[in-house]
């Protein structure tokens, strides 16, 4: 496989799509609003806010390119 496989193919549609993009943007309102004070809880949102827009923008999932999963219509 190519490191252009790896990276740029889209393998992220349909309901996977909208939740990835949902829980992100939840996971920021929560950070901006300041409701989870703990510093390790802190970290741990700005991961899953930061994966799931980013994977929702890009509509790409490395893992699932090395399971051979992808929720993209063909």
Wanted: glycine letters at 8%.
């Amino acid at each position: 496989m190519t490191l252009e496989k790896y990276l740029l193919v889209e393998n992220v549609g349909g309901y996977d799509l909208l939740i990835r993009s949902v829980v992100g943007s939840l996971a920021i309102v929560v950070l901006a609003l300041d409701w989870v004070t703990a510093a390790p809880w802190n970290w741990l949102l700005a991961v899953i806010a930061f994966v799931g827009l980013f994977s929702g923008m890009t509509r790409h999932c490395t893992p699932y390119v090395f399971i051979g999963y992808s929720t993209k219509r063909a």
